[in-house]
């Protein structure tokens, strides 16, 4: 089943990346346009669009492409002249770290805070949870972003306002480094995380409530289980499920990029490369920049479904059967 | 457990707290930071190809000369650099450069005329696709543009080389300026694949500044070079391009102190920053302007048949000239620029004063006058449906913008209204820049608004001249044999104030044609930090001669 799978999953990005290697050459556009400005020569243009191989045939053009792909070559990045994965691997290991904080933030803080709200449903707690849920899901992260800017950097100077170090981490040991760089994350973080956890929480609350309310749990009582016993052992991993599917394709989302709060803060992540790429008509990088975000998708969801299935070995005879 | 997680939160706090409380520029007192928006592709100025890797380019290589700018005369002076001194011969077929001695690689190799050489092969080599081929149209060169080194370069000795010049063309000095490049390093390398392979070597440069550390997205750090001979002991010790994309955001970050120098200011943020003490505003004027075009041609003939055939609607220059009549450009000007700028009346600009002739004027805003010019061509309301019309064609058309410029969109709103006062229906189109400038440079549009940024020195062929081939930016298609004339004839002047007397010629011509409606020069508003001394901005460029600057700290 898992190599069914699999085999699926490498089809639909083959299909994804064809597609867009059609769409990109047929939209208009030009990649040479970079090389166009009264300070460079006319000629320049020409000669560059020609190492592009943009003059040849477009079939011709695909038939290179998927020679190069058998060798996992996606070619070379036209704006910086160098292989795509190359470009990606500068970009992608702070995309992954950075998304995977934000997405242990988000679905810690929801749950916990989730779990608070359901001790005692309608609650004072549980009421003013709800409403800062639905401002912190409505919140613009742009807006977000710039108002954790104007009172963390620059009225209380507390926060770095962009980037994601200091100038001169060089001289830094292993625990200064540290230090620089999580100063450095906590706006950014903040920015990306609260829609999440607002969402995670209402998930959550949601479910946690459902199966609170069913028989099951009142038949536990009755047999004279703790509260924390319910809750830990029995409630949490029947209300869980929904929620690691939502996970799943959200950390998948995540590791795509977060286009905005890269901006906002300078941050070097995938989401700024790919929409630059896509810009400039960089097109071996947009195909290399959808081919990574398409393939953590599926990774993500493929971990997210495993997980499910070890939590709910029900699912797993569902699948089976 | 509660003790635990408390701790752990205190501990987690500390860490992330204790680092922060020592920011801004601190640890660095002797170092200026430059707020850019976005980062370089290429330090290597083979590969420089906008003006920011320009910028960080030319401060780490070397020319053999180097200019100030002249305020008065509004024209760039060469001034010594790697060549000491030259000698023109009596017919300036060639020149005699005497370099210096005492310029060495950072990797201790001595810089010499070897490096002359190879550098302009490199830069001419169409293997190489470098930001200046194609440009040296006074050196002696084949087919393919690359120079002839045998014949164009004679080196009497490692200090000494004459440069040829082809017969009949007039030298550049800005030939003589590009940024020279170290041969030992590149000479082995593949030429097909030196853009790929440079970026994997450690820099080896000889200008005031050195490369010391490039975080990709995040800042360009450039150190002073102490043995250079431009550096100034109690210069500046390191120059910092720290990319800060959103606008917002380095805006904040200069009011903060985190960085000391930013351009682009928006004219309506200037207010805010005049009360800072901190702060000290100054502007670039003069080197960067919109227009609206009016293609001068039928775009739909060009494009079946490449047939030049004039335009339907504004292919008669008198109907191009009642269009400049009918904008209010001073409300644009004045609403949207606070006035910081001012109207243009052609393609000089009033900083080069030389070349300006100062009896053209801007058109007045007069939609009287338009309306009596297209009536005396003929175009009339005929059937009161408040859009003019002749021989049946109504005076429609789509107006196109490049998305993204709030500038361009309320110019455009503007424009559309006051066209629509005399009678003309104007419908605004927003493209993606990347669709908009395709279609602008395949020449597929009646009218559309756009800007330029003027070249240093003028350079006024590559926009008017009218073989529409080998002028690619001649967008607006702008057809005249008495300007073409006059261009060929100041490429090859050389007697200054007569070449002067034939750019005013030159202007008047583009000025009764009117070719597009010149709609305003923009400034360039820049904000720097008081702690910067000794810096003088000019046309050049914000960060030219930068390492004449130092810092006083409070």
């Known amino acids: ?321 | 457990m509660k003790l635990k997680q408390c701790g752990l939160i205190i501990l987690f706090s500390l860490i992330v707290l204790i680092p922060s409380c020592n920011r801004k520029n601190n640890g660095h007192p002797n170092a200026i930071i430059i707020g850019i928006s976005s980062d370089i592709d290429s330090y290597n100025p083979l590969f420089s190809y906008t003006v920011d890797e320009g910028n960080v380019s030319e401060l780490l290589y070397l020319g053999l000369i180097d200019f100030n700018w002249d305020e008065n005369s509004g024209e760039e002076i060469p001034r010594p650099m790697l060549a000491k001194d030259w000698q023109w011969n009596k017919d300036s077929t060639s020149i005699t450069l005497d370099l210096r001695n005492d310029v060495y690689w950072s990797d201790g190799v001595q810089f010499t005329a070897a490096d002359v050489v190879f550098s302009y092969d490199l830069y001419s080599d169409p293997a190489i696709q470098s930001s200046r081929y194609g440009f040296f149209k006074s050196f002696i060169a084949d087919s393919a543009f690359r120079i002839d080194l045998n014949k164009t370069f004679i080196v009497e000795n490692p200090f000494k080389i004459i440069i040829n010049f082809k017969k009949g063309t007039l030298p550049n000095y800005l030939d003589f300026a590009i940024p020279l490049v170290p041969e030992h390093v590149f000479k082995n390398i593949d030429r097909k694949n030196l853009i790929t392979v440079e970026k994997q070597m450690k820099p080896v440069t000889d200008g005031p500044f050195y490369l010391s550390k490039w975080d990709k997205n995040q800042a360009i750090i450039l150190k002073a070079n102490e043995k250079s001979f431009l550096h100034k002991p109690n210069g500046i010790s390191e120059l910092i391009f720290k990319i800060v994309p959103d606008y917002t955001s380095r805006l904040t970050q200069l009011k903060n102190g985190e960085i000391d120098l930013m351009e682009d200011i928006k004219a309506e943020d200037l207010n805010q920053l005049t009360d800072l003490s901190n702060i000290k505003l100054t502007k670039i004027s003069g080197r960067e302007y919109d227009y609206t075009a009016w293609s001068n041609i039928d775009p739909d003939a060009y494009q079946k048949n490449k047939k030049i055939i004039p335009n339907k609607l504004f292919g008669d220059k008198n109907v191009r000239q009642a269009l400049t009549y009918a904008i209010n450009r001073q409300e644009i000007l004045h609403d949207f620029l606070k006035d910081h700028g001012e109207l243009a009346a052609g393609p000089v600009a009033p900083i080069f004063k030389n070349n300006l002739d100062t009896l053209l004027k801007p058109l007045p805003y007069d939609p009287d006058k338009a309306r009596k010019i297209l009536a005396g061509e003929g175009w009339k309301d005929v059937n009161h449906t408040g859009v003019l019309e002749k021989n049946g064609q109504r005076f429609s058309f789509t107006l196109e913008i490049p998305s993204g410029n709030p500038r361009r969109v309320f110019a455009a709103s503007v424009i559309k209204n006051d066209l629509k006062q005399i009678g003309i229906e104007v419908k605004i189109e927003s493209l993606e820049p990347q669709v908009f400038f395709q279609k602008v440079f395949s020449h597929q549009f009646n009218s559309w608004m756009a800007g330029w940024s003027v070249a240093i020195p003028l350079d006024l062929r590559s926009f008017w001249y009218s073989d529409l081939q080998n002028t690619p930016m001649n967008f607006s298609c702008y057809q005249n044999k008495n300007a073409d004339r006059l261009i060929n004839e100041v490429d090859h002047e050389k007697d200054k104030l007569k070449k002067h007397q034939l750019f005013k010629d030159l202007q008047d011509t583009i000025y009764n044609d009117n070719p597009v409606t010149f709609l305003y020069w923009i400034n360039n508003n820049i904000a720097y930090s008081s702690r910067i001394q000794d810096i003088n901005i000019t046309a050049l460029g914000a960060v030219y001669h930068c390492w004449n600057w130092s810092v006083k700290n409070n």
């Open chain 1, 1 to 321: 089943m898992l190599f069914k799978r699999v085999i699926s999953s490498v089809v639909v990005l083959f299909l994804l990346i064809s597609f867009l290697f059609f769409l990109l050459r047929l939209s208009p556009g030009d990649p040479s346009l970079k090389f166009i400005s009264p300070e460079l020569s006319p000629q320049l243009a020409a000669k560059v669009r020609e190492s592009f191989n943009l003059n040849s045939p477009l079939l011709n053009q695909y038939k290179t492409f998927l020679i190069n792909l058998m060798s996992g070559d996606f070619g070379i990045s036209y704006t910086y002249r160098i292989p795509v994965f190359s470009v990606i691997m500068d970009f992608l290991p702070f995309t992954l770290i950075f998304s995977t904080l934000s997405f242990i933030i988000q679905i810690t803080a929801g749950f916990f805070l989730s779990l608070i709200s359901v001790k005692k449903i309608g609650g004072k707690l549980d009421k003013s949870f709800s409403r800062l849920s639905l401002i912190a899901y409505a919140l613009p992260s742009f807006f977000l972003g710039v108002i954790l800017i104007l009172i963390f950097s620059s009225l209380l100077n507390i926060f770095p306002s962009s980037g994601i170090s200091s100038f001169d981490t060089d001289s830094y040991n292993f625990l200064q480094r540290l230090a620089d760089y999580s100063t450095h994350l906590v706006l950014p973080l903040i920015t990306l995380s609260l829609s999440g956890i607002a969402v995670y929480y209402k998930y959550l609350r949601e479910n946690l409530e459902d199966v609170y309310n069913k028989p099951f749990v009142l038949n536990l009582r009755a047999n004279g289980c703790t509260e924390k016993e319910i809750t830990r052992r029995h409630v949490i991993p029947n209300a869980i499920n929904p929620l690691i599917s939502v996970a799943g394709v959200e950390l998948g989302l995540l590791f795509s990029g977060a286009l905005i709060t890269e901006v906002i803060f300078g941050l070097p992540g995938m989401g700024r490369l790919t929409v630059n790429a896509i810009l400039t008509r960089d097109y071996p990088l947009v195909v290399g920049c959808t081919f990574i975000s398409g393939a953590l998708v599926i990774i993500t969801n493929l971990i997210a479904d495993v997980i499910k299935v070890k939590l709910d070995k029900r699912l797993l005879k569902g699948m089976l059967n």
